[in-house]
DNA sequence: ACCAGTTTCGGGAAAGTTCCCGATAGTTTT
DNA sequence: AAAACTATCGGGAACTTTCCCGAAACTGGT
């Protein structure tokens, strides 16, 4: 009854167990086990099939390496040939399916950016500053955000890396201290660049603004406003950032010969709530400052505003200076004093120097100017 | 003196042309042509070798189809089996590759957000209410901002057609009156959600807010504290929020029975620019407004920089309220009221119906309340 | 007619996975 | 002990593209 599968027999046809289910036969004439062809339906199945080089290939009967060849600009194909094929391909409106090319070139064309956060001013500019330099490259961008978690930092570079991207521009978060996860992209010869929040401990190129001189500017003109005891609350020590806006704030101190008062540094973690914290706290001392360097703008603004709840009088009673020009400093009421710093710019030059870092791997550090931008909240008159 | 590459005679060899550069050699005897292979030199042009299944296959002597099964949690395979692979796997840090599985599914594991701008605070927290649950779903995220451009919007989309996502999020530029490349994301099947800024015409999923609800609410709070010549500074007509907010807009003053001046409703592009103008026209009018209904936070905020340059009082001789409640309306001077909207919630549903229609596509429009904050701007006493 | 040289095209490997299905060996049932 | 069944594995196609290289079909020149 069940004719064999090779010789087309019936008589030497024997059952022969069950298979994921299926009846199986062995035909002792043939040695040959089998189990019966199951009737294929509707294949449906397949939803939206692209068009790929071979259905341009078959429609013109010639073989998808002259397409490729047409498609590709090569030389080695006849004019009326590639008129031909490209005619083809606009008709049928064929896009080459980027991930095959990305198997075989190991290339995607897409870089990642990892920052912190993107709720505030600085961050979503710097992206939008690269996002316009690689898009004009060719290159698509991924974006995550660590959330200010070393552990959400790893498991993105993680994920990243397992996207295959061709390239990292990152700024670290405020509680990264070990930094394997960026050697391991190193190692695997990634493309990678830091901007903002650097790691001086990897040798890597860099995008940083003059942190020193900008801080150093701001803290000058508050002693020459008239304030004599000047409070920084300043980032974490882990950020070079920090490090060096603290340096500028100690020497401008030094220059006029005013006293470096520890109780009036703080180092935090650059949340808000800290923030609100630390303001009250420095506003509550026995002693407490007549000015304040903020390590940033949201700093700077949540510093004013526990100002202005417990009735000090800015820039009478405090003078505040931030970092970083958000447009909301010139908004804010008394509008902010603050060092202007070119963020667009940062995303550039990152995304600028990733790119050459494709081509032709180099350690660079490009720094750029900052400009000090006074405004009511540290003019005492 | 070359002897023939198949039957390694020399007398029947003879020159055969040029290809590529190379001398070309037939031999008569068996009919065959060939060049003389080249000395392959150090192959060091293959940089950075990740480990395949293959790989694994290789060292444990099997197949690369029981690697596979093992990695991919398959029932058909002996426990031992899958505990070395495992383990090997491990040891030599093996990572699939998507690409591959990508180009075979046909899958790429990321989606594409699609915005008009982030430099606000609405789209940077919708995409990050998005990631929480995208990336939860093991879903990358791809962002694009078309700039308020139609054409970059076109761009756009066809990039990230192209990129092969699997899915798509999108909030459509004020310019946006034309939706074939939409049109053409449905028509090859790929998932499409819009948030906030929808495309009625389109059978899509949505997720809004009560626009209606909060412009209503807001108007006719105004009314009720006492203003009675209320402006709106609308969005453009293109968008369905501008004219939801409109008709709340406009049946919050006929409920009261308070008259509507043509002269008071604008519609713009919603760039700063224009902003600072309409506002100047409006408080320059004859008859100028005693309140401002504005679409959006920053756009109340752009009229509330006007007024006080012009030296209007807020909120005694003009009551504005926005819509949104960004951060910075609480900040400013006197703080806005605005209408409450759950961004980061209207990114994680958008996400959520985005991955249901993944799995069985539906149409779905899911509206998120809004509440009104009153605060000093529109507060006349 | 014969050969050298050029132009144009096709075949097939490679990239790394998944999955279908056949194959084998071993185990249980009749 | 044959028949029926299970557990485990391997082979190979498929996904789409690029690229190498050989093959065929030309062109002229002798």
Redesign the pocket.
């Known amino acids: 009854m069940i004719k064999c599968a090779k010789c087309r027999q019936i008589d030497f046809v024997?059952?022969?167990?069950?298979?994921?289910g299926?009846?199986?036969y062995f035909c002792k004439a043939c040695d040959?086990?089998?189990?019966l062809?199951?009737v294929v339906e509707n294949r449906k199945n397949k939803p939206r099939?692209?068009v790929?080089?071979?259905d341009i290939?078959n429609e013109l009967?010639?073989?998808?390496?002259?397409?490729?060849?047409a498609?590709?600009g090569?030389?080695?194909?006849?004019?009326?040939?590639?008129k031909m094929i490209l005619d083809l391909a606009q008709q049928l409106e064929?896009?080459?399916?980027p991930?095959?090319?990305a198997?075989?070139?190991?290339r995607t064309n897409i870089v990642g950016i990892l920052v912190p956060e993107f709720r505030h001013y600085f961050f979503p500019t710097v992206i939008m500053g690269a996002q316009e330099i690689l898009s004009k490259a060719g290159y698509n961008v991924m974006i995550c955000q660590s959330d200010e978690s070393y552990e959400t930092e790893v498991a993105n570079v993680k994920a990243l890396m397992n996207s295959r991207v061709d390239g990292l521009l990152v700024s670290v978060t405020t509680q990264t201290n070990n930094v394997d996860h960026f050697r391991t992209v190193l190692r695997k010869e990634v493309p990678l660049v830091f901007f903002n929040r650097v790691c001086p401990e990897l040798d890597t190129p860099q995008v940083i603004v003059d942190d020193y001189a900008g801080a150093f500017q701001a803290v000058e003109h508050l002693i020459q406003q008239g304030y004599r005891r000047i409070a920084h609350l300043a980032g974490p020590v882990s950020l070079l950032v920090s490090r060096l806006r603290m340096k500028g704030y100690l020497d401008a101190l030094q220059k006029h010969g005013l006293p470096v008062d520890n109780e009036l540094i703080i180092h935090y973690d650059l949340t808000e709530e800290k923030a609100r914290i630390y303001a009250n706290y420095l506003l509550s001392l026995a002693q407490p400052p007549d000015a304040i360097f903020a390590i940033n703008d949201p700093t700077a603004i949540e510093i004013m505003l526990v100002a202005k709840s417990r009735g000090v009088k800015i820039p009478q009673e405090l003078g505040i200076v931030g970092f970083s020009n958000d447009p909301i400093s010139a908004i804010i009421e008394p509008p902010l004093t603050t060092v202007e710093q070119p963020v667009w710019e940062m995303g550039r030059q990152a995304a600028r120097i990733l790119l050459e870092q494709m081509e032709n791997p180099h350690i660079e550090t490009y720094q750029l100017p900052t400009r000090l931008v006074v405004r009511g909240s540290s003019v005492n008159c």
Chains 1, 2 share one sequence.
């Open positions: 024997q059952k022969s167990g069950i298979v994921r299926k009846q199986r040959y086990h089998f189990t062809p199951e099939h692209q790929t080089i071979i290939a009967g010639i073989s998808k390496s002259t397409v490729s060849r498609l590709r090569h030389t080695d194909i006849h004019e009326g040939t590639r064929y896009q080459p399916n991930l095959a090319n198997l075989l070139k190991s």
